[in-house]
């Protein structure tokens, strides 16, 4: 089945055709018509309700089609602006927030969810190792004189989870006008200290699109990691973190919670985020995902969760035909770049889709043990004409 994906507007994405969401998406939809002032920020491919994908020959939702939910939700997300500071409830915190505030916990899932990197990236992930926390609140003397000294004593004292919860809890607390001055002072008289710590560009980004946020202060408390393409980061339950810029696949468990604390027009719940999060830090060099390497063609990004996995498959030109093996669970397949052949076994019996780049398909359990990856042209010998595409599929790679 071919799908179209749903794309979402949010103020965040990408402008016009300078949104990977927006060339995407024109690539798989003929009716998609392209606005140059809207920004195109995320595209929906599964059976979420928020944005469900469409079977292109029919017109019905992939939900209604399959008569279940998916257990993932794939995205791609072209970012220029920053998205909240967040994070994600497990489990248990899902169900209990969905049934007493159904209004803005959307529904009852955990939502742990793997960003792999398109173009450079940018994101913020996880607290800073607490001594380095400790040394930027002393660096930045308007931020230490905002938390006090006593918290920041304390941080002094013992640099742990402890010590940098109190800190940043007293942080996101401070009253808004009171941020707003640090902010300001922090901009006019630390520019050679925020250069020298390389965060001149970000914080001056963040603090023009999120003018006296408290989100903008979080710079000195997480890590601040740069992707390069096809780098990954998977956030679990309650891990704090905030994109930044660049365009990523992203893939989740099927919802849509978010408890958000900074960065964002929308609410803010803080409370419920400091009493979620994880305070324990680490380094930014140990926040990579690394990849599980099946052979020269293929490298699968395998969670610590059940929900989901995705295959990155990048085919050489010169490989007349490339078999993927896979196991009996409904898949996602998107195509970023070149041409070839699908072939894979439906309940209709064997069939072929040409695939190019924009294409959306959902691989259906009939289709294990294996699908083929057939080039599209005898004659095509292009050395650019690689082909690349991302797999979401259920985590039937991991070991329990």
């Given at each position: 089945?071919e ?11 990408r ?17 998609f018509?392209l ?21 292109k ?8 089609v ?6 993932y939700?794939?995205k ?8 909240s500071i967040?994070?994600?409830?497990n ?6 927030l ?8 959307k ?17 913020l992930v ?6 380095d926390?400790?040394d ?22 013992a640099?742990?989870?402890d010590?940098v919860?109190?800190?940043?809890a007293k ?21 050679k200290?925020l250069?020298?710590?390389d ?28 992707l390069?393409?096809?780098?990954a980061i ?34 803010k ?31 699968v ?30 898949s ?8 070839r ?15 190019t780049r924009?294409s959306?398909?959902?691989i259906p359990?009939?289709a294990?043990?294996e ?8 004659c ?17 790679f991991?070991?329990?």
């Amino acid at each position: 089945m071919e799908l179209t994906g749903w794309v979402k507007n949010y103020d965040w994405g990408r402008k016009g055709i300078n949104s990977a969401v927006a060339q995407l998406a024109m690539a798989n939809d003929p009716d998609f018509t392209l606005n140059e002032e809207e920004p195109y920020a995320e595209m929906w491919m599964g059976t979420h309700v928020c944005g469900v994908s469409v079977v292109k020959n029919t017109g019905e939702t992939l939900d209604r089609v399959l008569n279940k939910d998916l257990s993932y939700l794939f995205k791609v997300l072209s970012i220029n602006q920053a998205l909240s500071i967040q994070v994600h409830p497990n489990k248990c915190e899902a169900e209990r927030l969905h049934r007493e505030r159904p209004e803005i916990y959307k529904d009852s899932n955990h939502k742990p969810e793997l960003a792999i990197a398109l173009t450079p990236f940018l994101a913020l992930v996880g607290f800073q190792p607490a001594s380095d926390i400790r040394d930027n609140i002393d660096e930045f003397q308007p931020l230490s004189q905002l938390i006090g000294p006593e918290a920041v004593d304390t941080l002094h004292q013992a640099p742990n989870a402890d010590s940098v919860k109190l800190c940043y809890a007293k942080l996101m607390k401070t009253d808004e006008a009171v941020i707003s001055q640090c902010i300001k002072t922090i901009a006019k008289n630390y520019q050679k200290e925020l250069k020298s710590n390389d965060l001149l560009d970000v914080f001056n980004k963040v603090n023009k699109d999120f003018p006296g946020d408290v989100g903008v202060l979080s710079l000195f408390f997480l890590n601040l990691v740069r992707l390069k393409p096809g780098q990954a980061i998977y956030l679990g339950a309650n891990e704090i973190h905030a994109y930044l810029d660049g365009d990523c696949v992203e893939c989740m468990a099927c919802s849509d919670n978010v408890i958000r604390a900074g960065l964002t027009p929308k609410y803010k719940d803080v409370d419920q985020l400091l009493d979620s999060v994880i305070f324990e830090s680490r380094h930014p060099e140990r926040k990579e995902f690394i990849p599980y390497h099946v052979d020269e063609q293929v490298q699968v990004y395998i969670p610590p969760v059940p929900d989901f996995a995705v295959i990155h498959v990048n085919i050489h030109h010169s490989l007349k035909c490339y078999k993927l093996q896979i196991q009996a669970f409904g898949s996602i397949l998107i195509v970023l770049k070149g041409s070839r052949i699908l072939r894979l076994l439906t309940k209709q019996g064997p069939k072929e889709i040409t695939l190019t780049r924009g294409s959306i398909v959902y691989i259906p359990v009939e289709a294990a043990p294996e699908i083929e990856f057939d080039r599209a042209n005898e004659c095509d010998d292009v050395e650019d004409d690689d082909f690349t595409g991302y797999i979401a599929t259920s985590n039937y790679f991991r070991v329990a």
